[in-house]
């Protein structure tokens, strides 16, 4: 078949998606150019007329790099109709069933930015961060496909000066562009997974919208962290880009000199990647996140949530935390781009701190590998509905 | 069928569990007295021959209420010798799969406990204590069934004056003595689930033993929570008390008077829960947790979960939070017993402040009806295996 050169789903990506048509069967199928390869037909195996990747994912890394493989060879030559879909016209879903969520916050600039806006007189990172891929677990119940709206959550909040906390809809919706990584081979308890080990064990990757209450997160963090601030919604993109196609868009990490990483955390080559997302506001670009600027890699990551014998299962899904390089045009939450809501931004005329009903966020991701070919992770989609 | 009269396992409780025998397939049984009834067989209805209560839990209420009453009934009469085990002959399981896991810390004395350790110099409760039940995520994949081993967890810690983490086996590994409820009905996204309805979404309660690594939880755990510190292991008990058991332990609260709570967590008539909890430290009771003096009700945490439109699934699981009274004896964590490891107990004449390779903990816990009945937890059960 023929794929535009400069597709960004050219033969290089290939990922993986979870798609109908005309209201039949969800199935798996890749994104090739403008199609979608459906795989159960195209390899005749139905193995693939399945809803979700997780079966796939647990067959494990030998596996991913067959099916991979002959995915390559079909394209390469002709590809019968009945296997392919114009990718407008499928219904994308959930790509995997999450087992278990964790957030990390792995962002230097967001995680100093973010220090700056609420402990304004101390050090703006944590004696922790620069030890440790600072983490937490999240909602793995309302992790929801690009395109399902939001529902503008109500809780409690409390501002300073207030003597007691109110209930109503939250009035600082926030996003969070992120990265997800989503583990394809889990581990047994007590099996800690090495840096090394990565790719055998982490199937692909997805871009991922923290939706955040800021004004509900604020009242209820301490001491146990974020909770009703964050659990009413993540959003994830359709489709998993595996890190088979990423390992080419690997470069160093900035730097973790000072301090050296404990021995558990090192990397025999670091897991960094040259990865850049763009935030759209109502269609309007007001970031573009550099992935490529994260202090931790998600190779460090697995690593620290398996040390400790935590065993971690086909399925588990974990964030990057909050993308921010270290220009203002960088950063990847509105938190940080309207500095805390004091400094507002200019979205199609319009003045914006946080989110109002009716807007849209579209996050849109992109990698570039070591020749210069484009890796699209395509975008993860979603608009604010009023609170009921 | 014959149980004794003072077994807390009659037929006012009937709990839940999933067994085998002879190396067989997993199923549901319900414990009467010291046997175990096959429901498959004692019903004739295959529906029970599931290694897991998920899909019978997601049958909803008027079918719980429905095979409880035809248990009674069958239980009144002769029961075939062929639906009957010894529990002493049956190998127990997890009895259900758990979807998301919620920490609560519903205890005013545990809160406060361990404000004065942690913060001896400031107000023991934080601010928004009293007017939301703190809670956060915790890890499903290794909520593991009563009797599984604990590895000594490693990971970082830093003491006060070290001038740098390090790694290591856990040196303050505790327990935490908590009761957990299994949501058999859940919600959609944006519809909460009000105090009221509780008892039609929440099929039970089990015991649940949410094990602590103090030294690397008070490393990692600002500013975004408890991680590595906890997700090694969680245990919990074999059986499955209904709710509709529990409902004639129903009490009151301590008391919601200064502040009231918001309106989304008002009770017609609170489920305050007369249980009591007891600690065995290598058989030595050292603690006898009092569930009535919990301030938080069960069903104010649901509603509480699901206020901001976070969905609930059925096999979601909430932990109350260590359970602790006013009286040292009633503490339900190793930490608040030994004062912070500052005041060693003496178990079975060895001195203790936190957990040593080897030891083993076990947690019990009954419940009294109005009318004085006894409904037995069962036990959650662990030992501390040498770190890997």
Do not use: C
Not at 218 to 243: D, H, M, Q, R
Not at 328 to 345: I, K, N, Q, T, Y
Request: proline fraction near 10%; charged fraction near 20%.
């Amino acid at each position: 078949m023929i794929v535009p050169a400069d597709s960004p789903f050219g033969p290089e990506n290939l990922p993986y998606g979870v798609f109908s048509t005309g209201g039949g069967s969800p199935r798996i199928g890749v994104r090739v150019g403008e199609q979608v390869l459906d795989l159960s037909v195209a390899l005749g195996d139905a193995g693939f007329a399945e809803p979700s990747l997780n079966a796939f994912m647990a067959q494990g890394y030998d596996r991913w790099v067959d099916v991979r493989g002959r995915i390559q060879e079909l394209i390469a030559g002709d590809v019968p109709a009945e296997a392919l879909h114009a990718v407008g016209e499928v219904t994308l879903h959930l790509p995997f069933e999450v087992a278990d969520y964790v957030d990390f916050y792995a962002s230097e600039h967001h995680a100093s930015n973010v220090g700056r806006l609420f402990r304004p007189d101390a050090e703006p990172l944590l004696p922790n961060w620069k030890h440790l891929p600072v983490g937490y677990h999240g909602r793995a119940g309302t992790v929801y496909p690009s395109g399902t709206d939001v529902v503008r959550p109500s809780g409690q909040r409390k501002g300073p000066d207030g003597p007691a906390p109110v209930f109503g809809p939250s009035t600082r919706l926030d996003i969070e562009a992120e990265l997800g990584f989503v583990v394809g081979t889990g581990t047994p308890a007590n099996t800690p997974v090495s840096p090394d080990e990565f790719p055998r064990h982490v199937f692909g990757a997805v871009l991922l919208n923290d939706w955040s209450a800021r004004d509900i997160q604020a009242w209820e963090y301490v001491p146990l962290g974020p909770n009703l601030g964050k659990s009413f919604a993540t959003s994830v993109s359709p489709w998993v880009v595996p890190i088979l196609a990423l390992a080419e868009a690997r470069i160093p990490l900035p730097g973790q000199h000072d301090p050296e990483p404990l021995p558990y955390l090192r990397e025999s080559r670091p897991w960094g990647l040259d990865i850049e997302l763009a935030v759209r506001w109502n269609g309007q670009q007001v970031a573009r996140p550099p992935y490529r600027e994260m202090y931790w890699s998600p190779a460090q990551m697995l690593a620290h949530l398996t040390v400790n014998g935590a065993s971690a299962r086909t399925g588990d899904l974990y964030g990057s935390g909050t993308i921010s390089g270290p220009e203002p045009a960088e950063r990847g939450s509105f938190l940080e781009l309207s500095w805390g809501g004091r400094d507002p931004l200019t979205v199609n005329g319009e003045s914006r701190t946080f989110l109002q009903d009716g807007d849209e966020v579209v996050v849109e991701g992109t990698a570039t590998t070591g020749s210069g070919t484009k890796l699209g992770f395509g975008e993860v989609r979603g608009r604010i509905l009023p609170a009921r």
